[in-house]
């Protein structure tokens, strides 16, 4: 099973309200990042918090950890049509090979 | 401008025509991998390279081949596609350790016939 897994699999809300996604993974991490998938696309690094941190701000993301609970969860503030996208976080564990495990992502939907 | 140029953008081949998906990161970063991206099965690591002639395997190698020669290309080679391999390509580069961000090239849609 993955390492780390979004909730929920699909988020549908409107423009200007907050959207929250969930992460939780199994054992013990580095550090968490988020990433945002616009269709098709590449991936693109939003934020990464690290073990030691409990929460992160950049624009109107803002990403909190909870390592007791073994999960994040990133909150979009007012929302807009452009934050259309599946959202992955992605963990690095403290042994082993040090990679990122990617989660299966949030599909988030922005309804003008 | 900093990124992961990755190519073709699509491709269509037929069982066992070998291809090559190439790139290449004009940032100077030590670290490169390739991803490929399936339904319900998320994104999963095929290969990666620590630097300069240094590879290794990641969870899904097999039909799958990968060179660094030089630090700012990283090409992924199918020497007999099959069409279990059909699948979405991502290219990705950090500046020196697998767990930094990552930079994303676009990605490569395969479909083997």
């Known amino acids: 099973s993955q390492q780390g897994e979004e909730d929920p699999q699909a988020l549908s809300i409107q423009e200007g309200e907050n959207a929250t996604m969930n992460c939780s993974y199994k054992?013990?991490?580095?550090?968490l990042q988020w990433y945002r998938q616009n269709s098709g696309r590449g991936l693109v690094h939003l934020i990464l918090i690290r073990s030691n941190e409990r929460e992160k701000h950049s624009g109107r993301l803002r990403v909190t950890l909870d390592t007791s609970k073994k999960s994040s969860s990133l909150l979009i503030t007012a929302s807009r049509a452009a934050d259309t996208a599946s959202y992955f976080c992605a963990t690095v564990l403290i042994q082993g090979a040090q990679k990122l495990v990617f989660g299966q992502g949030t599909r988030l939907t922005i309804n003008p | 401008e900093a990124q992961v140029t990755q190519n073709p953008r699509y491709l269509i081949t037929v069982t066992g025509k070998k291809l090559t998906v190439t790139c290449s990161q004009n940032?100077?970063?030590?670290?490169m991998s390739w991803y490929r991206q399936d339904p319900g099965l998320g994104l999963r690591q095929i290969y990666y390279?620590?630097?300069?002639?240094?590879?290794d395997k990641g969870d899904v190698p097999e039909g799958y081949k990968v060179s660094r020669k030089e630090k700012r290309n990283f090409p992924l080679i199918l020497e007999s596609p099959s069409p279990n391999q059909t699948s979405l390509y991502f290219c990705?580069?950090?500046?020196?350790?697998?767990?930094?961000?990552?930079?994303f090239g676009s990605g490569t849609q395969l479909s083997v016939l």
């Open positions: 940032m100077n970063h030590e670290y």
């Open positions: 390279s620590m630097n300069v002639e240094v590879t």
């Open positions: 054992t013990s991490i580095n550090n």
């Open positions: 990705a580069s950090s500046l020196s350790r697998m767990n930094e961000k990552l930079f």
